[in-house]
């Protein structure tokens, strides 16, 4: 019997933490890679930050954190996605849900600091944001567990995740990409109901039953 095939999931995850540790011991490759809209905005051979940014990390936590999100909901999410579109065209309807949300969830701070020199931004956090909120319609009512300890129903930790990353991204001088986890995380919603779209009649019938004990 062949041996089943490494997963995506993994791929995405092995390739980052490479490409991160990389860029720890090289500033210069760190900076080479980050989203810097105010750069992009002024030469269109910039624009590939938009996508390298997604596979460098700001420090070891914020690596880690978005890798542990990532493997935990992104092996579930691509196991439905092979299931509702067989094995070849699931993972490449991944690959593109992956892919394409870290450049949309970027979009939004090309816009609103495309003109402001000191902004830049990494991390995979607008693509794992797209990834829970895939698996948000899958299972809305499903405990994920918040620092691993305290159980949260997923339609209210999306909810809460929205609305407090639309208050932050007004209010907070944090720097944390507050617009790219809000976009990404729309993004991952609206990518998996265009790809299947009776998807949102399956999310409405699991959000109306409830919870069930």
């Known amino acids: 019997m062949a041996s089943a095939s490494i997963s995506l999931t993994l791929i995405l995850v092995g390739i980052t933490i490479v490409v991160s540790y990389l860029a720890f011991q090289n500033r210069s490759l760190h900076s080479k890679l980050a989203h810097i809209p105010f750069l992009e905005a002024r030469n269109s051979s910039e624009y590939y930050r938009m996508l ?14 978005n890798m542990f999100v990532l493997w935990q909901f992104g092996e579930v999410v691509e ?61 809305p009512w499903r405990n994920i567990y918040l620092y691993g300890v305290l159980p949260i129903p997923t339609i209210v930790a999306a909810v809460a995740y929205v609305g407090y990353s639309s208050w932050a991204s007004k209010n907070r001088r944090d720097h944390i990409d507050h617009d790219a986890h809000l976009y990404g995380a729309i993004f991952g919603f609206l990518f998996t109901i265009v790809l299947k779209p009776s998807l949102f009649g399956l999310f409405f019938e699991r959000l109306m039953m409830g919870p069930q004990f």
């Open 52 to 65: 390298s940014s997604g596979f460098v990390h700001g420090g070891g936590v914020h690596l880690g954190i």
């Open 79 to 139: 196991r439905l996605f092979g299931d509702l579109f067989g094995e070849g065209q699931g993972r490449l309807n991944y690959l593109l849900l992956y892919l394409f949300s870290v450049i949309f969830a970027n979009l939004a701070t090309f816009i609103k600091h495309r003109d402001n020199s000191s902004f830049a931004s990494v991390g995979a956090s607008g693509a794992v944001s797209a990834i829970l909120f895939s698996y948000l319609i899958f299972a």
